[in-house]
């Protein structure tokens, strides 16, 4: 039976409001056993870059991350949201290291190939991107990871990464060494069967359950990629895949998502 | 024989051209066996500031980093100039891992206590700051810690925390356990007796020899608090320091300052 790893993954509309950042991390400190916290960005990033007047670039809708956008997000990400988790943390006795994926070598990403778009720096990854190694070796020195949405390509560029991606890709690397708990935190209960009913949270789906709802249409939107993709980080060997209220972590309401 | 650890501190005018901070780095990838890099700040973190607006607040001619100072410059130290770093070593192969002290606890400092100024968010450190456990750990694993001059209290709060304390402070802390050799590297080849005449580099200076050089005025201004600091290092147990020239530390001028 191996160890079991939770690996939490934190949106951009907590890190933007301290009060419930703190109290995400109070219930963090919660969680018992090896740990890993991925945080995305926030709104920091865009303000700033308005507040210098750098313009976004946009290209068919899609935000490019050209080389001063870069600059501001790896601050805001590596530099200030990274290190004030880590030291919010460190308060409450979790020995938390910020990490970016070129620290330790820990996520090696390539840049986006251009086909029609030019992403501009921005990494991809693949399976052999986790350093598995040092990661076990930092969580058995009873360390806690805390991962900020940057990457590099191993010469020397920093690349902007999707922390969904980070946090998928993190746990099906680790599936070899834990039984790993993937849960994705954001502002609703789980997964629900009505949008605009906090109360209809699906407590367990399945695979063939999953296939079903979405060919009723009961899950549709912007749900589809998200679950895709945690279904595919269990057909890889991750144990299981919470959908969950970063607020309500250690409360019993929540979508766990399996293969059978 | 303890094994030889190198800490290398580099300042301000190296991070601000890139040229030179890659021709360091691609330096230090020289330097053999265990080492630390510890980096200090620059201008990128004023002129943000005056690009945003917020005057730089001073009293007494010292500058006071309050809130907003705070944030910015850890933005830029452990964002943007610690993961530059970081990718660009990673490039050619050191196993660079970017720090501040609150990633591991690994220097824990206390905010200045106001006396006849408040100095603000500032950090200073103690013979209890360094967790030199966890350092001999990522040490032994093949790791380059690289230090940003970003510390915390503890208590959830960053503090702005001088480069050259940091890098004096660790190599006291891990000299217990690694001959130290302490790079203080600069804009000049070494301790020079004529500040005007680059060639009059002093090879060898012991504790002895110094106050001599005080006492006549030899060494004056801004070196000695430099030198003082570096001889109280040696005095704690640190086995060599080295005043040079960011830009040689591979070529055989430089000062080493030691005991007798």
């Known amino acids: 039976m191996s160890k079991v790893l939770k690996i939490f993954k934190i949106g951009g509309g907590i890190i933007d409001d301290e009060s419930q950042l703190r109290y995400f991390l109070g219930e963090l400190v919660r969680i018992e056993g090896p740990k890993i916290l991925v945080h995305g960005g926030g709104k920091g990033a865009s303000q700033m870059l308005s507040r210098l007047g750098i313009e976004p670039q946009m290209v068919e809708g899609r935000r490019i991350t050209d080389a001063a956008t870069l600059d501001i997000v790896t601050m805001f990400y590596a530099g200030k949201t990274n290190k004030q988790v880590v030291a919010l943390l460190q308060a409450q006795g979790v020995n938390a290291l910020g990490l970016s994926g070129a620290d330790g070598n820990v996520i090696l990403a390539t840049k986006r190939p251009v086909r029609t778009i030019d992403y501009g720096f921005v990494g991809d990854l693949n399976e052999q991107s986790v350093n598995t190694a040092l990661l076990t070796q930092l969580l058995e020195a009873g360390l806690t990871p805390i991962f900020c949405a940057i990457t590099h390509d ?61 060919a009723e249409g009961v899950i549709a939107a912007g749900m589809v990629p998200k679950l895709d993709n945690a279904f595919a980080a269990l ?26």
């Open 154 to 214: 191993g010469q020397g560029q920093l690349l902007n990464t999707n922390a969904d991606t980070i946090a998928s890709t993190l746990a099906r690397a680790l599936a070899g060494s834990y039984a790993v708990e993937l849960h994705f935190c954001f502002e609703k209960d789980g997964v629900l069967t009505d949008i605009n009913d906090e109360s209809s949270v699906i407590p367990r789906i399945t695979a063939e359950q999953y296939q079903a709802l979405k």
């Open 235 to 260: 057909e890889a060997g991750v144990a299981t895949v919470v959908i969950e209220n970063a607020l309500k972590i250690n409360e019993p309401v929540k979508t766990i998502l399996c293969q059978s």
